[in-house]
């Protein structure tokens, strides 16, 4: 191959700078939700709001034009990683350099305000301390929208910042075809003789018995400890700062051990592609994941497809005993089904595979409404419990346990939920796909050993960065589009096992 | 008063994002010290290192100079605070435009690399490990003291950063005075009869018993504890990053509860400083400390006035006994002897007051060699224990507890270890005086109650911000010039009580 044009070095190196500024306000955002002193939040946001205008104007500075110019004019192999490279760099200065600095700042601002007035709001369930905030917020939103534009309606322009590459309308189309497979599946298990559930598990699990154990499980399934960490707040998440430093955090409930099994198993699946990501390539977006519905897939396999596998159970079963006392008496078939329990309930982050989905529909439909002004905030709640009983058949007794449960509002991320759904139908699809290609899966999964499957993942998505587009990705990884059916099927299959 | 010129609105702005940078990369170090995965460090030095070089340019932007310029040529009152302010903002800004901002950010740079090697070679008492990294610090410290300028060594350039207003020769004569006092006051504690000794206390003493009491005592003494955070670290410091964010550590021994008590008494007694700065004047110097000696004041002030009184001895006593099973049996008596016990030893931070200094002197004698180039680092291991030897009587075992032991050089901080002994000289001088303006001082620490002695602090000392220069600041706080008897006669007077 011909030597790079200086110019894709010289993006390359901002897009080094960029990423080490985006890491540092990872780490501003990380150490907000888990150590923070009350006091600080507000210095803070100006922290972050500062940040995040040092970063948007490196990021849209006319020296990027010039640069990827020189560029798109070389000859580069049209289907090499470089030219794709090339291609998302454009993508996201053409977007980046719609927003005036200005806004980018006020909206770090309203964001980080608008956080410490949800943490508020949902701690009192009262809603009114959050609506001006969402309000904000919302304003904020449309603001860009329009700045960035879009064919058919706001939302559009939203979700093209999360999942490149898909309409509101699609996704309406596609939920559409969902809901009612959706709800007849759990319709079945809400029916089971016996419905498993983890009530029966109650006991007391001490947080440090959870912790050690955690950090027995996380070695094992390939997080690398010590290039990542483990810490603990309101809402766990996973945040990739950058080589060697890949942060997850739980929740922790000393009645029920499987809040911070079922959390870490989550993020350590995102945490795992975090750590996958090309190294070479950091400051490239070859070094960068390909999209959060991706993101999602990785998470949502190693929480469900492994994690709440028969077999995961039963080869941790001694494992647990011994860190678990009051599992004493218990069988790891109990916990398998218990693990599995579909029920009706308020919190997205604690439901089960299957009704899991309905709590995003119900957030997708809500927040394209508030975009489009065909809802106000105001409505939220009200129009938030009316739907959740149509979905859930579950009155809403409060607002903590219905439109306050989620932070994505109140940082201002509308058009990230279907995301969670995307990356649902694509971690069943490619399970499927692992296992069509690795005949000898399930029996290395029985002895605990998962690096057959981590291997084939770095292979089939995590060393691709963003070269592909997502629908791309899938394609390559698993011989077809996406396709709810391979999700579908699992949840089918799910729920036949359990009613045996 | 007039109007503030609007130029001055312009410089405290921009002080404002300085000082949100200056957070920023605060925490990037903190979070260091405490929390980073080992893989990560790399990458954070990168981080610390392009950090650097975005504050320097913008600390050195030719807007200043134009700000500064109007500023001074309007009529502010000459002893206003806003004319010191202005006064300061001219220094710094000189001293900072002295510095190409690629000589910052390589010294960010080699800064990152040599800690985490120090970190190495202190481990395992490998000076080579570290020496290539003390070699490059110290040549990048006299690249900067000769952009800088000085009058008579490049040392006095370095000193100026820490400690404005003294030079090599003045602290070289102040220490040789100091020296002998100081040997002679050590050879007496040596000498008594029956040394108490901290090792008669050794017992089991929980790590989190530990935490538990300190959580109790440090609102007690004054710190907020809701608007910051006390952590662990193998070297103990205090980072004030802004506003509601104070963040301290301490190191745990179980064996031995006063290395963290310590620990925390000292770096509270910094944080106290952090918080009583006026928030209203973020952005100017008058929001900032005076300087490290000042700083040290502070922190060496409620170590050892209060925690190493008789009165916190006897007036914390219940809580004591009832945080550790292990205290039972012994007196408040013995623990206040032990922890004034005046011991040889080998690392400083461990150090009793009367031998501190000597560790200083040490220190500041071999690094203005090294700088001056009179000692090589090849030597500097040999030189550490043949003059250790001669201070304090004992020979080095290992580098791990010679010159490997601090931070600090590791950190490119040569000219920063006079400041302890100048920070010793002024607590004892502003305790003395806060004694004869607050007659019943005894009492209430006597009492617990700290208030009296805080709200003295914040009057005389926090509350100025850096409005005048450290020795105009001690002479207002107290009457007079900085002079060294009142720590000596307080170090002659702790000794003659232990001798009874």
Known sequence: MSPLPEAYEKLRARGKDLALLGATTGLLSWDQETLLPPKGHSFRAEQSSLLAGISHRLATHTDIARWLDECESTSLPPHSPEAAAIARWRHDYHRATRIPAE??????????????????????????????????LLSLSRQMADLWGYADQPYDALLEGYEPGWLTRDVTALFAKLRPRLVAIAEKAFALPQPPSRKTLRGHYPRADQEKFLQLLLPKIGFDIN?????????????????????????????????????????????????????????????????????????????????RSRSFWKSWWPDFTRAFTDLTGHKHEDCWRASNAVERSFIRVEADEVTYDLHILLRFELETQLLKGDLSVHDLPAAWNELFE???????????????????????????????????????????AANRDIPTLPTSVENRDYQPLLRWLREKVHSHGRRYPAAELVQRATGKPLDPEAHLKVLESKVQELSQ
Chains 1, 2 share one sequence.
């Open 103 to 136: 806004l980018v700042e006020e909206n770090e601002l309203a964001i980080g305000l608008s956080r410490t007035a949800w943490v508020e709001a949902r701690k009192n369930s009262h809603f009114p301390t959050f609506a001006p905030h969402l309000e904000k």
């Open 227 to 307: 290039a990542g960490r483990l810490d603990s707040s309101t809402h766990p998440f996973c945040s990739g700062l950058g080589p060697g430093d890949t942060r997850m955090t739980t929740r922790y409930d000393e009645n029920d051990f499987m809040v911070s099994l079922y959390g870490v198993l989550h993020e350590a699946g995102h945490g795992l592609y975090d750590q996958g990501l090309p190294e070479s390539q950091l400051g490239t977006p070859l070094g960068q994941a390909a999209s959060l519905g991706i993101h999602e897939s990785q998470s949502r396999l190693w929480e469900n497809r492994i994690g």
């Open 390 to 432: 149509k979905l859930l058949g579950l009155k809403v007794p409060d607002d903590a346990r219905g439109c306050l449960q989620d932070i994505h509002w109140s940082l201002g991320g509308f058009g990230y939920f279907p995301t969670y759904t995307l990356g649902n139908l694509t971690s069943s699809q490619l399970w499927q």
